[in-house]
């Protein structure tokens, strides 16, 4: 081969390769959708529904996409009234995490394949939920910023933001709300959805995004809401450190140590939730007030706070004295079964861990998160593939980079109370696991009651409980449990036609 013949098979080769590889390049498709019909049934009655995977552009404020966000809609077949059909738009937390968790778990038409109370089975993948709200409701889940496929698009010029740019853009408390609130418009709007009753359900962080969505929908797109859902909450900017803090936790000690049987036998023998109301009192009037004294409490009081702690806890009084009635969730997880030589999950503490040494002060691992990620992975990977057809090189995400984000400036909680004051339709209800030790729900109950400091608008703020962890609905009984109280938290909070979004005057 000549020099001339090997330029000319160069540059051929430079000309081609573009063209050879553009199908194969990993990047996201900016505006697209697939539809796909499907039936399955629930609460023992068949329907058909359609499954919608595609990608919506977010824009900058001169039109040009900036990122591309990744969504599944469902939607029931044959209504007659749209209109008057609820919409419930759903997200997970993290933040940086894919919406995975409630799609293919929770409300969605499929779940996981997982034994009754939550833990793997193969072969992986997803069956039948026969619970599923999408009777009564429609769904779409929805995946932030660098989560599930979702990405940020380079600019004009092909060259990606930095990362300061991206984290102004995306990747904070109150940019994640307000690029969200403009994607959520363009939404409704293409699938014509404007006189549906709107609901937004958020899990752990993404109860942070919806109760600040909540303000920003109504403020900015003037589209106003029949209800936020809750679940697992971490604080939403209602600030609970310190002596409350470290109160809060043992509600869930107690919980915790009933499940694995490890509190006395007058506790051991009732109900879990016939003992809690006995706890949380102590909690409120006896054990914060101790901890607030600090090392100025008297000796007298402080043995018996600690044996009472200790009773309820299931710890040996010498561990809470050693700890000075401040016990670390972290140390609990670790020091609860250690006889046993075992520990116990954060997010959910049925799950049980092993570590390396007996000794040491927390957990070596999360028990409860390597056995989801063990379930979930293949799963969403597979259905979202081969059951609803989206196919793409691209990586899902379960956790994606969107650190470091800036947590400043958050005032969710009392945006979401501002938003209910500003629109009586709109109402609030929490759902946490008692086993959850991350957001626990004494925790969320306390975030409950701090929500409308005036008492005002408590009858719109509910609470449901369950015997599960974070993700309450991977356990077979609360599964139906959680989507029943949605499916009627729902109902309840649909005015009829003659219903006025107003307050009445008092005389």
Excluded at 191 to 201: E, G, M
Excluded at 204 to 209: D, K, L, P, V
Excluded at 378 to 385: E, G, M, S, V
Aim: no cysteine; aromatic share 12%.
């Amino acid at each position: 081969m000549t020099f001339r013949h090997f330029i000319t098979l160069s540059g051929l080769l430079l000309l081609l390769s573009p063209l050879a590889n553009a199908e194969f390049e990993r990047k996201i498709a900016i505006d697209e959708s697939k539809t796909s019909s499907h039936s399955t049934k629930v609460n023992g009655k068949k329907f058909d529904y359609t499954a919608t995977t595609g990608t919506q552009p977010v824009w900058d404020e001169d039109g040009n996409p900036i990122a591309s966000l990744f969504y599944t809609y469902y939607q029931r077949s044959k209504v007659k009234n749209n209109a008057a059909r609820p919409l419930l738009i759903s997200f997970n937390g993290g933040p940086g995490s894919a919406s995975v968790w409630m799609h293919i778990a929770y409300t969605g038409p499929k779940v996981l394949n997982v034994d009754n109370e939550g833990f793997p089975l193969q072969p992986y993948g997803v069956k039948t939920n026969e619970f599923s709200i999408l009777d009564s409701d429609d769904i779409v889940f929805v995946n932030p910023v660098n989560t599930g496929y979702s990405r940020v698009l380079p600019n004009k010029e092909g060259e990606m933001p930095s990362k300061e740019e991206q984290k102004k853009m995306f990747f904070g408390v109150n940019a994640d709300v307000k690029y969200l609130a403009d994607w959520v418009n363009t939404f409704v709007t293409r699938n014509n959805r404007w006189q549906s009753p709107k609901y937004l359900i958020g899990e752990s962080y993404g109860t942070t995004r919806v109760s600040g969505l909540a303000l920003e929908l109504q403020s900015r797109q003037w589209m106003y809401l029949n209800g936020v859902i809750l679940v697992s909450p971490t604080d939403i900017g209602i600030k609970r450190d310190g002596p409350v803090k470290a109160a809060n936790r043992l509600p869930y000690f107690a919980a915790t140590a009933w499940y694995h049987q490890a509190l006395t036998s007058d506790l051991q023998s009732q109900d879990l939730l016939d003992i809690l109301p006995e706890i949380e009192q102590f909690t409120l009037e006896q054990y914060l007030p101790a901890l607030a004294k600090g090392g100025f409490i008297a000796e007298d009081e402080k043995q018996r706070i600690a044996k009472q702690v200790a009773r309820y806890s299931g710890l040996s009084v010498q561990e809470v004295l050693r700890n000075n009635l401040d016990i670390e969730a972290s140390y609990f997880w670790k020091e609860i079964l250690r006889n046993r030589e075992q520990t116990v999950g954060r997010l959910d503490s049925r799950y049980l861990g092993i570590d390396e040494k007996v000794t040491g002060s927390r957990p070596d691992y999360n028990a409860e998160l390597t056995s989801w990620l063990h379930s979930f992975t293949p799963a969403i990977n597979y259905y979202l593939r081969e059951e609803l057809n989206y196919k793409t090189d691209l990586k899902y995400n379960m956790f994606g980079n969107v650190h470091p984000w800036d947590r400043t400036n958050n005032n969710t909680g009392k945006n979401l109370r501002l938003a209910m004051a500003q629109n009586p339709y709109l109402n609030v209800m929490i759902q946490s696991g008692y086993y959850d030790g991350a957001t626990n729900y004494f925790d969320a109950k306390y975030t409950l009651s701090q929500l409308d400091p005036s008492g005002k608008m408590k009858d719109r703020l509910s609470f449901k409980g369950y015997k599960s962890g974070h993700m309450m609905y991977l356990r077979y009984q609360d599964l139906e449990a959680s989507n029943q109280d949605i499916r009627e938290f729902i109902k309840a909070t649909l005015p009829n036609r003659t219903t006025p979004a107003k307050y009445q005057s008092k005389h």
